[in-house]
Protein backbone atom coordinates (compact mmCIF):
# COMPACT_ATOMS: atom_id res chain seq x y z
CA UNK A 1 0.00 0.00 0.00
CA UNK A 2 1.20 3.51 -1.15
CA UNK A 3 1.40 5.89 1.98
CA UNK A 4 3.53 8.33 0.22
CA UNK A 5 2.67 10.13 -2.76
CA UNK A 6 3.92 9.16 -5.84
CA UNK A 7 4.58 12.84 -7.25
CA UNK A 8 6.15 14.66 -4.51
CA UNK A 9 6.55 11.83 -1.27
CA UNK A 10 4.25 13.71 1.06
CA UNK A 11 2.01 11.97 3.02
CA UNK A 12 -1.42 10.33 1.65
CA UNK A 13 -4.72 10.68 3.43
CA UNK A 14 -7.09 8.01 2.27
CA UNK A 15 -10.35 9.36 1.65
CA UNK A 16 -12.46 6.43 0.19
CA UNK A 17 -12.38 3.19 0.13
CA UNK A 18 -14.33 1.23 -2.40
CA UNK A 19 -13.74 -2.47 -0.80
CA UNK A 20 -12.55 -5.47 -2.39
CA UNK A 21 -12.57 -5.41 -6.28
CA UNK A 22 -11.13 -6.71 -9.25
CA UNK A 23 -9.56 -4.83 -12.33
CA UNK A 24 -12.13 -2.91 -14.26
CA UNK A 25 -11.44 -4.03 -18.03
CA UNK A 26 -11.11 -8.45 -16.29
CA UNK A 27 -14.16 -9.47 -18.18
CA UNK A 28 -14.02 -12.90 -17.75
CA UNK A 29 -15.65 -16.09 -19.18
CA UNK A 30 -18.26 -18.01 -17.43
CA UNK A 31 -15.60 -20.64 -16.94
CA UNK A 32 -12.97 -18.34 -15.80
CA UNK A 33 -13.99 -17.03 -12.69
CA UNK A 34 -12.16 -19.52 -10.52
CA UNK A 35 -9.16 -17.66 -8.87
CA UNK A 36 -10.19 -14.21 -9.97
CA UNK A 37 -7.61 -11.03 -9.19
CA UNK A 38 -9.38 -8.72 -6.53
CA UNK A 39 -7.42 -5.70 -4.54
CA UNK A 40 -8.18 -2.94 -1.89
CA UNK A 41 -9.97 0.12 -3.92
CA UNK A 42 -9.55 3.30 -2.16
CA UNK A 43 -8.32 6.31 -2.85
CA UNK A 44 -6.37 9.04 -1.16
CA UNK A 45 -5.05 12.91 -1.30
CA UNK A 46 -1.21 14.50 -0.32
CA UNK A 47 -1.67 16.51 2.33
CA UNK A 48 1.36 18.10 0.51
CA UNK A 49 0.91 18.48 -3.75
CA UNK A 50 -3.09 17.61 -3.47
CA UNK A 51 -2.82 14.93 -5.43
CA UNK A 52 -5.60 12.36 -5.19
CA UNK A 53 -4.30 8.70 -6.15
CA UNK A 54 -5.16 5.09 -5.34
CA UNK A 55 -3.43 3.67 -2.45
CA UNK A 56 -2.92 0.22 -3.73
CA UNK A 57 -2.07 -0.56 -7.23
CA UNK A 58 -2.70 -3.24 -9.70
CA UNK A 59 0.86 -3.59 -12.15
CA UNK A 60 0.19 -2.48 -15.34
CA UNK A 61 0.97 -5.45 -16.98
CA UNK A 62 -1.93 -7.11 -15.26
CA UNK A 63 -4.19 -3.86 -16.60
CA UNK A 64 -2.79 -3.46 -19.97
CA UNK A 65 -1.86 -6.37 -22.28
CA UNK A 66 -2.91 -8.25 -25.45
CA UNK A 67 -6.64 -8.48 -24.40
CA UNK A 68 -7.88 -5.08 -23.50
CA UNK A 69 -11.41 -4.86 -23.54
CA UNK A 70 -11.95 -0.60 -24.09
CA UNK A 71 -12.12 0.08 -27.58
CA UNK A 72 -12.38 4.11 -27.48
CA UNK A 73 -13.84 4.10 -31.36
CA UNK A 74 -17.18 2.46 -29.76
CA UNK A 75 -19.37 5.78 -29.16
CA UNK A 76 -20.11 7.96 -31.75
CA UNK A 77 -19.66 11.15 -29.48
CA UNK A 78 -15.64 9.92 -29.12
CA UNK A 79 -15.10 9.59 -32.60
CA UNK A 80 -16.38 12.93 -33.34
CA UNK A 81 -14.19 14.13 -29.77
CA UNK A 82 -11.34 12.52 -30.59
CA UNK A 83 -11.60 13.89 -34.45
CA UNK A 84 -12.11 17.53 -33.68
CA UNK A 85 -9.58 16.98 -31.01
CA UNK A 86 -6.97 16.13 -33.94
CA UNK A 87 -8.21 18.90 -36.58
CA UNK A 88 -7.38 21.33 -33.90
CA UNK A 89 -3.92 19.74 -33.35
CA UNK A 90 -3.36 20.16 -37.00
CA UNK A 91 -4.72 23.70 -37.28
CA UNK A 92 -2.70 24.99 -33.95
CA UNK A 93 0.21 23.16 -33.17
CA UNK A 94 0.86 21.13 -36.25
CA UNK A 95 2.13 23.62 -38.49
CA UNK A 96 5.94 23.64 -38.85
CA UNK A 97 7.57 22.39 -41.97
CA UNK A 98 7.50 18.51 -40.88
CA UNK A 99 5.59 18.60 -37.85
CA UNK A 100 5.87 15.02 -35.83
CA UNK A 101 3.49 14.63 -32.55
CA UNK A 102 3.39 11.49 -29.81
CA UNK A 103 0.23 10.17 -28.83
CA UNK A 104 0.70 8.06 -25.64
CA UNK A 105 -1.99 5.74 -25.28
CA UNK A 106 -3.68 5.71 -28.47
CA UNK A 107 -6.05 2.80 -28.35
CA UNK A 108 -7.59 1.92 -31.48
CA UNK A 109 -6.32 5.01 -33.27
CA UNK A 110 -9.72 7.33 -32.50
CA UNK A 111 -7.55 10.15 -32.56
CA UNK A 112 -4.45 9.67 -34.67
CA UNK A 113 -6.56 8.19 -37.61
CA UNK A 114 -7.11 12.05 -38.60
CA UNK A 115 -3.59 12.65 -38.45
CA UNK A 116 -2.76 10.12 -40.45
CA UNK A 117 -4.96 10.37 -43.11
CA UNK A 118 -3.89 14.37 -43.10
CA UNK A 119 -0.63 12.87 -44.05
CA UNK A 120 1.43 14.04 -40.93
CA UNK A 121 4.41 12.45 -38.97
CA UNK A 122 2.54 10.76 -35.77
CA UNK A 123 3.59 7.73 -33.45
CA UNK A 124 1.43 5.93 -31.49
CA UNK A 125 2.75 4.59 -27.90
CA UNK A 126 0.72 1.60 -27.18
CA UNK A 127 1.42 -1.38 -24.77
CA UNK A 128 -2.31 -2.93 -25.39
CA UNK A 129 -1.50 -4.92 -28.40
CA UNK A 130 -4.82 -6.03 -29.75
CA UNK A 131 -6.09 -2.52 -29.49
CA UNK A 132 -2.92 -1.51 -31.63
CA UNK A 133 -3.59 -4.04 -34.21
CA UNK A 134 -6.68 -1.78 -34.54
CA UNK A 135 -5.11 0.85 -34.77
CA UNK A 136 -2.85 0.01 -37.71
CA UNK A 137 -5.48 -1.37 -39.48
CA UNK A 138 -6.24 2.66 -39.52
CA UNK A 139 -2.94 3.59 -41.26
CA UNK A 140 -1.61 4.86 -37.62
CA UNK A 141 1.92 3.99 -36.82
CA UNK A 142 2.29 2.62 -33.60
CA UNK A 143 4.96 1.55 -30.91
CA UNK A 144 3.54 -1.40 -28.64
CA UNK A 145 5.51 -0.12 -25.46
CA UNK A 146 4.69 1.47 -22.10
CA UNK A 147 5.80 5.33 -22.59
CA UNK A 148 8.40 5.64 -19.92
CA UNK A 149 11.55 7.40 -19.37
CA UNK A 150 13.12 5.05 -21.84
CA UNK A 151 10.81 4.71 -24.36
CA UNK A 152 10.52 8.50 -24.89
CA UNK A 153 14.48 8.64 -25.55
CA UNK A 154 14.39 5.33 -27.80
CA UNK A 155 11.35 7.67 -29.83
CA UNK A 156 13.41 11.02 -29.85
CA UNK A 157 17.09 9.35 -31.20
CA UNK A 158 14.85 7.69 -33.89
CA UNK A 159 12.29 10.57 -34.72
CA UNK A 160 13.46 13.62 -33.72
CA UNK A 161 11.64 16.14 -30.96
CA UNK A 162 8.28 16.05 -30.99
CA UNK A 163 5.57 19.14 -31.23
CA UNK A 164 2.72 17.84 -29.49
CA UNK A 165 2.43 15.07 -26.92
CA UNK A 166 -0.74 14.00 -26.41
CA UNK A 167 -2.78 11.74 -24.35
CA UNK A 168 -6.78 11.23 -23.05
CA UNK A 169 -7.62 9.01 -20.85
CA UNK A 170 -4.43 7.94 -20.52
CA UNK A 171 -1.84 9.79 -18.65
CA UNK A 172 -3.40 9.11 -15.05
CA UNK A 173 -3.44 6.01 -15.94
CA UNK A 174 0.26 5.78 -15.64
CA UNK A 175 1.83 5.63 -11.90
CA UNK A 176 5.02 6.30 -12.96
CA UNK A 177 4.54 10.06 -13.32
CA UNK A 178 8.18 11.03 -12.59
CA UNK A 179 9.06 8.47 -15.35
CA UNK A 180 6.30 10.03 -17.69
CA UNK A 181 7.63 13.54 -17.03
CA UNK A 182 11.00 13.14 -17.73
CA UNK A 183 10.49 11.17 -20.87
CA UNK A 184 8.02 14.22 -22.13
CA UNK A 185 11.20 16.74 -21.00
CA UNK A 186 13.70 14.72 -23.37
CA UNK A 187 11.00 14.04 -26.25
CA UNK A 188 9.35 17.61 -26.72
CA UNK A 189 10.70 20.33 -28.68
CA UNK A 190 11.69 23.21 -27.28
CA UNK A 191 8.27 25.06 -28.24
CA UNK A 192 6.39 21.98 -28.08
CA UNK A 193 3.21 21.47 -25.81
CA UNK A 194 1.85 18.40 -23.98
CA UNK A 195 -1.17 18.14 -23.99
CA UNK A 196 -3.55 15.37 -22.13
CA UNK A 197 -7.38 15.40 -21.02
CA UNK A 198 -8.49 13.49 -18.05
CA UNK A 199 -11.34 12.71 -15.58
CA UNK A 200 -10.97 15.40 -12.96
CA UNK A 201 -11.23 15.01 -9.24
CA UNK A 202 -13.74 18.52 -9.10
CA UNK A 203 -16.19 16.64 -11.34
CA UNK A 204 -15.96 12.98 -9.26
CA UNK A 205 -16.57 14.74 -6.00
CA UNK A 206 -19.12 17.03 -7.49
CA UNK A 207 -21.20 14.65 -9.22
CA UNK A 208 -20.30 12.01 -6.94
CA UNK A 209 -19.00 9.84 -9.64
CA UNK A 210 -17.19 7.25 -7.68
CA UNK A 211 -17.83 5.15 -10.45
CA UNK A 212 -14.78 6.65 -11.92
CA UNK A 213 -12.85 5.61 -9.87
CA UNK A 214 -10.86 1.92 -10.56
CA UNK A 215 -7.44 0.15 -11.04
CA UNK A 216 -6.66 2.09 -14.20
CA UNK A 217 -7.11 5.80 -13.17
CA UNK A 218 -4.75 5.93 -10.39
CA UNK A 219 -4.50 9.56 -10.31
CA UNK A 220 -7.36 12.16 -10.33
CA UNK A 221 -6.31 15.45 -11.45
CA UNK A 222 -7.40 18.72 -10.17
CA UNK A 223 -5.66 21.74 -11.69
CA UNK A 224 -4.14 22.60 -8.18
CA UNK A 225 -2.20 19.05 -8.22
CA UNK A 226 -1.37 19.16 -12.23
CA UNK A 227 0.05 22.27 -11.96
CA UNK A 228 2.30 21.39 -8.71
CA UNK A 229 3.24 17.97 -10.71
CA UNK A 230 4.56 20.42 -13.37
CA UNK A 231 6.48 22.65 -11.85
CA UNK A 232 8.04 19.89 -10.16
CA UNK A 233 9.21 18.90 -13.45
CA UNK A 234 10.58 21.85 -15.24
CA UNK A 235 7.01 22.89 -17.05
CA UNK A 236 4.35 25.28 -16.91
CA UNK A 237 0.65 24.64 -16.61
CA UNK A 238 -0.26 27.16 -19.50
CA UNK A 239 -4.03 26.39 -20.22
CA UNK A 240 -6.82 23.91 -18.30
CA UNK A 241 -9.99 23.48 -20.25
CA UNK A 242 -13.35 21.97 -18.98
CA UNK A 243 -14.43 19.22 -21.21
CA UNK A 244 -17.70 17.12 -21.25
CA UNK A 245 -16.36 14.19 -22.09
CA UNK A 246 -17.00 10.80 -19.45
CA UNK A 247 -19.33 13.36 -17.67
CA UNK A 248 -16.67 16.19 -17.46
CA UNK A 249 -12.69 15.96 -17.76
CA UNK A 250 -10.41 18.75 -17.52
CA UNK A 251 -8.14 19.24 -20.59
CA UNK A 252 -4.25 20.57 -19.51
CA UNK A 253 -1.92 22.02 -21.61
CA UNK A 254 2.05 21.50 -20.23
CA UNK A 255 4.73 24.17 -22.10
CA UNK A 256 8.20 24.75 -20.66
CA UNK A 257 8.62 27.86 -18.83
CA UNK A 258 8.54 31.22 -20.32
CA UNK A 259 6.84 29.54 -24.00
CA UNK A 260 3.52 30.33 -23.81
CA UNK A 261 1.46 32.60 -22.16
CA UNK A 262 -0.74 31.59 -19.83
CA UNK A 263 -4.29 31.71 -20.40
CA UNK A 264 -6.60 33.13 -17.86
CA UNK A 265 -8.68 30.01 -17.30
CA UNK A 266 -5.77 28.44 -15.33
CA UNK A 267 -5.96 31.02 -12.76
CA UNK A 268 -9.59 30.85 -12.51
CA UNK A 269 -9.78 26.93 -12.21
CA UNK A 270 -7.09 27.05 -9.31
CA UNK A 271 -8.95 29.93 -7.47
CA UNK A 272 -12.53 28.20 -8.04
CA UNK A 273 -10.70 25.32 -6.58
CA UNK A 274 -9.79 27.15 -3.74
CA UNK A 275 -12.84 28.65 -2.83
CA UNK A 276 -14.69 25.24 -2.60
CA UNK A 277 -12.32 23.22 -0.77
CA UNK A 278 -11.79 20.67 -3.49
CA UNK A 279 -8.87 19.39 -1.22
CA UNK A 280 -10.08 20.16 2.15
CA UNK A 281 -10.62 16.93 4.17
CA UNK A 282 -14.48 18.33 4.89
CA UNK A 283 -15.34 18.17 1.05
CA UNK A 284 -14.05 14.96 0.67
CA UNK A 285 -15.95 13.61 4.18
CA UNK A 286 -18.78 14.94 2.36
CA UNK A 287 -18.26 12.62 -0.62
CA UNK A 288 -17.45 10.07 1.19
CA UNK A 289 -20.74 10.06 2.62
CA UNK A 290 -23.31 10.93 -0.81
CA UNK A 291 -21.48 7.74 -2.29
CA UNK A 292 -22.78 5.54 0.40
CA UNK A 293 -26.06 7.36 0.32
CA UNK A 294 -26.02 6.07 -3.77
CA UNK A 295 -25.16 3.00 -2.81
CA UNK A 296 -27.99 2.45 -0.18
CA UNK A 297 -30.56 3.98 -2.36
CA UNK A 298 -29.61 1.56 -5.37
CA UNK A 299 -29.67 -1.25 -3.84
CA UNK A 300 -32.91 -0.57 -1.99
CA UNK A 301 -34.71 0.74 -5.54
CA UNK A 302 -33.53 -2.58 -7.24
CA UNK A 303 -34.50 -4.90 -4.07
CA UNK A 304 -38.18 -2.89 -4.22
CA UNK A 305 -38.31 -3.63 -7.85
CA UNK A 306 -37.39 -7.04 -7.53
CA UNK A 307 -40.26 -7.67 -4.76
CA UNK A 308 -42.77 -6.07 -7.40
CA UNK A 309 -41.60 -8.49 -10.19
CA UNK A 310 -40.30 -5.69 -12.65
CA UNK A 311 -37.46 -6.74 -15.06
CA UNK A 312 -34.23 -4.56 -14.67
CA UNK A 313 -31.39 -4.77 -16.79
CA UNK A 314 -28.26 -2.94 -17.31
CA UNK A 315 -27.24 -0.96 -20.05
CA UNK A 316 -23.63 -0.44 -21.12
CA UNK A 317 -20.65 -2.76 -19.53
CA UNK A 318 -18.40 0.47 -18.94
CA UNK A 319 -15.02 -0.06 -16.64
CA UNK A 320 -17.71 2.07 -14.02
CA UNK A 321 -19.92 -1.08 -13.56
CA UNK A 322 -17.24 -3.01 -11.90
CA UNK A 323 -16.83 -0.24 -9.56
CA UNK A 324 -20.59 0.25 -9.07
CA UNK A 325 -21.76 -2.73 -8.99
CA UNK A 326 -18.87 -4.62 -6.35
CA UNK A 327 -19.24 -1.87 -4.32
CA UNK A 328 -23.08 -1.95 -3.91
CA UNK A 329 -22.47 -5.83 -4.17
CA UNK A 330 -25.08 -6.07 -7.30
CA UNK A 331 -25.43 -9.61 -9.09
CA UNK A 332 -27.29 -11.23 -11.45
CA UNK A 333 -30.01 -11.53 -8.66
CA UNK A 334 -30.73 -8.21 -9.34
CA UNK A 335 -29.93 -7.77 -12.55
CA UNK A 336 -29.74 -10.86 -14.72
CA UNK A 337 -27.89 -9.13 -17.44
CA UNK A 338 -26.17 -5.84 -18.75
CA UNK A 339 -25.79 -5.30 -22.77
CA UNK A 340 -23.07 -3.73 -24.47
CA UNK A 341 -22.15 -3.10 -28.31
CA UNK A 342 -18.55 -4.37 -27.58
CA UNK A 343 -17.78 -7.27 -29.50
CA UNK A 344 -14.91 -8.06 -27.01
CA UNK A 345 -17.09 -7.70 -24.02
CA UNK A 346 -20.14 -9.61 -25.14
CA UNK A 347 -20.07 -13.48 -24.06
CA UNK A 348 -17.78 -12.33 -20.76
CA UNK A 349 -19.11 -11.55 -17.04
CA UNK A 350 -18.43 -8.23 -15.77
CA UNK A 351 -15.29 -8.62 -13.77
CA UNK A 352 -16.33 -9.70 -10.08
CA UNK A 353 -20.14 -8.94 -9.90
CA UNK A 354 -20.49 -11.80 -12.95
CA UNK A 355 -23.20 -9.62 -14.51
CA UNK A 356 -23.35 -11.58 -18.14
CA UNK A 357 -23.07 -9.25 -21.32
CA UNK A 358 -24.71 -9.71 -23.90
CA UNK A 359 -25.22 -7.63 -27.31
CA UNK A 360 -27.58 -5.01 -27.36
CA UNK A 361 -29.88 -6.73 -29.34
CA UNK A 362 -30.76 -8.43 -25.95
CA UNK A 363 -32.29 -5.40 -24.93
CA UNK A 364 -35.42 -5.44 -26.85
CA UNK A 365 -35.97 -8.71 -26.77
CA UNK A 366 -38.07 -8.35 -25.27
CA UNK A 367 -37.54 -4.93 -23.85
CA UNK A 368 -37.31 -4.81 -19.62
CA UNK A 369 -39.87 -2.72 -17.46
CA UNK A 370 -36.20 -0.90 -16.13
CA UNK A 371 -32.75 -0.09 -17.54
CA UNK A 372 -29.88 0.84 -15.23
CA UNK A 373 -27.78 2.99 -17.36
CA UNK A 374 -24.16 2.08 -16.13
CA UNK A 375 -23.02 4.51 -18.86
CA UNK A 376 -24.02 7.18 -18.31
CA UNK A 377 -21.78 9.54 -19.89
CA UNK A 378 -23.57 8.38 -22.98
CA UNK A 379 -27.30 9.23 -22.05
CA UNK A 380 -27.87 11.07 -24.82
CA UNK A 381 -26.41 9.07 -27.34
CA UNK A 382 -27.75 5.69 -26.00
CA UNK A 383 -31.23 7.57 -24.98
CA UNK A 384 -31.70 8.90 -28.31
CA UNK A 385 -31.00 5.16 -29.95
CA UNK A 386 -33.48 3.25 -27.68
CA UNK A 387 -35.99 6.07 -27.71
CA UNK A 388 -38.65 3.13 -28.50
CA UNK A 389 -37.65 1.62 -24.48
CA UNK A 390 -38.90 4.65 -23.42
CA UNK A 391 -42.08 4.85 -25.69
CA UNK A 392 -43.20 1.87 -24.72
CA UNK A 393 -43.28 2.62 -20.92
CA UNK A 394 -39.91 1.24 -20.02
CA UNK A 395 -37.73 3.51 -17.43
CA UNK A 396 -33.99 4.49 -17.10
CA UNK A 397 -32.37 4.31 -13.76
CA UNK A 398 -29.72 6.89 -13.11
CA UNK A 399 -27.19 6.63 -10.03
CA UNK A 400 -25.19 9.73 -10.53
CA UNK A 401 -25.39 12.15 -9.32
CA UNK A 402 -28.28 10.59 -7.10
CA UNK A 403 -30.37 8.06 -7.96
CA UNK A 404 -33.14 8.80 -9.79
CA UNK A 405 -35.84 7.02 -12.81
CA UNK A 406 -36.30 9.04 -15.67
P1 LIG B 1 -17.17 4.45 -21.53
C1 LIG B 1 -13.01 4.05 -20.41
O1 LIG B 1 -13.90 4.02 -19.34
C2 LIG B 1 -11.88 3.13 -20.19
P2 LIG B 1 -15.33 3.38 -19.49
C3 LIG B 1 -10.67 3.74 -19.63
N1 LIG B 1 -10.23 2.98 -18.50
C4 LIG B 1 -10.73 5.12 -19.21
O2 LIG B 1 -9.87 5.57 -18.53
C5 LIG B 1 -11.82 5.90 -19.62
O3 LIG B 1 -12.61 5.36 -20.64
C6 LIG B 1 -11.99 7.23 -19.09
C7 LIG B 1 -20.86 0.78 -24.36
N2 LIG B 1 -21.88 1.44 -25.19
O4 LIG B 1 -16.88 5.18 -22.76
C8 LIG B 1 -19.47 0.79 -24.94
C9 LIG B 1 -22.96 0.71 -25.65
O5 LIG B 1 -23.10 -0.48 -25.34
O6 LIG B 1 -18.11 5.09 -20.59
C10 LIG B 1 -18.59 0.76 -23.71
O7 LIG B 1 -18.36 -0.58 -23.30
N3 LIG B 1 -23.86 1.34 -26.44
C11 LIG B 1 -9.63 3.73 -20.69
O8 LIG B 1 -15.19 1.93 -19.78
C12 LIG B 1 -19.42 1.47 -22.66
O9 LIG B 1 -20.77 1.44 -23.11
C13 LIG B 1 -23.75 2.66 -26.81
O10 LIG B 1 -24.62 3.17 -27.51
O11 LIG B 1 -16.09 3.77 -18.29
C14 LIG B 1 -19.01 2.91 -22.50
O12 LIG B 1 -17.74 3.00 -21.90
C15 LIG B 1 -22.63 3.40 -26.30
C16 LIG B 1 -22.48 4.85 -26.65
C17 LIG B 1 -21.72 2.75 -25.50
O13 LIG B 1 -15.81 4.14 -20.83
N1 LIG C 1 -7.00 7.70 -25.66
C1 LIG C 1 -8.15 6.81 -25.70
C2 LIG C 1 -7.89 5.50 -24.97
C3 LIG C 1 -7.80 5.55 -23.49
S1 LIG C 1 -7.67 3.95 -22.82
C4 LIG C 1 -9.37 7.50 -25.13
O1 LIG C 1 -9.26 8.57 -24.59
O2 LIG C 1 -10.45 6.92 -25.21
C5 LIG C 1 -6.07 4.04 -22.06
C6 LIG C 1 -5.01 3.46 -22.97
O3 LIG C 1 -3.74 3.75 -22.43
C7 LIG C 1 -5.10 1.94 -23.10
O4 LIG C 1 -5.24 1.60 -24.45
C8 LIG C 1 -3.79 1.45 -22.47
O5 LIG C 1 -3.29 0.29 -23.08
C9 LIG C 1 -2.88 2.65 -22.66
N2 LIG C 1 -1.77 2.77 -21.68
C10 LIG C 1 -1.75 2.46 -20.38
N3 LIG C 1 -0.53 2.71 -19.85
C11 LIG C 1 0.23 3.22 -20.82
C12 LIG C 1 1.58 3.68 -20.89
N4 LIG C 1 2.41 3.66 -19.84
N5 LIG C 1 2.02 4.13 -22.09
C13 LIG C 1 1.21 4.17 -23.17
N6 LIG C 1 -0.07 3.75 -23.15
C14 LIG C 1 -0.55 3.28 -22.00
ZN1 LIG D 1 2.15 14.91 -3.30
Redesign the pocket.
Known amino acids: MYRRCRVCEGELREFVDLGRQPTANGFLRPEETDGEYFFRLAAGICTDCAMAQLLDEVP?ERR?HGG?R?H?SGSAG?RKHFEENALRLLETELTGPDPFIVE????DG??LSTIARAGVRHLG????TN?AELARARGVDVLTE???ERTAAGIRSRHGAADVVFG???IC??AHAASLLRGVDALLAPGGVFVFEEPYLGTITERTAFDQIYDEHVFYFSVTSVRAMAERHGFELVDAERIPLHGGEIRYTLARPGARVPSHAVQELLAEERERGLSDPATLGRFRDRVERVRKDLVTLLRDLRAQGKRVVGYGAPGKSTTVTNYCGIGPDLVPFVCDSTPSKQGHLVPGSHLPVLPPEAFSDPYPDYALLFAWNHADEIMAKERAFRQGGGRWILYVPEVRIV
Open positions: QYYYAHIGCNVMVEPSVFFDANTHI
